[in-house]
């Protein structure tokens, strides 16, 4: 069974940084694209990063220039550096994997996509 665990989440002030992980476990013989979201309290989830397994990014504009991608493929691993923190930014991150090439016994399958748990982030003044 494949699953991704986030962690890293917590309190900062604002200006400050965090750095979250996404951990995604089972056998897994590739992933396509992996993203991070996140949800505030009465907001619809958001689209903050993708990244590909190419390591290309995209970035919604609110975070450009403060937030930072990265994965490891050989690890099935990717991390979010965030920087200049503001109160806006609370909210519970979200990480997904896309296009998920895992294996059972002797098939190999592929799954669309997988959601983690969710880390809180809080920001204060």
């Known amino acids: 069974q494949v699953q991704l665990v986030e962690s890293g989440g917590g309190l900062v002030q604002a200006g400050g940084s965090l750095r979250l992980s996404c951990a995604a476990s089972g056998t897994i013989l590739s992933i396509n694209t992996m993203a991070w979201y996140r949800q505030a309290p009465g907001k619809q989830r958001e689209l903050v990063t993708t990244i590909t397994s190419g390591g290309f990014t995209n970035y919604a504009d609110s975070v450009k220039g403060r937030f930072t991608v990265s994965r490891d493929n050989a690890k099935n691993t990717m991390s979010l550096q965030m920087n200049s923190l503001a109160p806006e930014d609370t909210a519970v991150y979200y990480c997904?994997?896309?296009?998920?090439?895992?294996?059972?016994?002797?098939?190999?399958?592929?799954?669309?996509?997988?959601w983690g748990q969710g880390t809180q982030v809080t920001v204060s003044l």
């Open positions: 997904k994997a896309m296009g998920i090439r895992t294996s059972r016994l002797t098939s190999t399958f592929w799954l669309s996509e997988i």
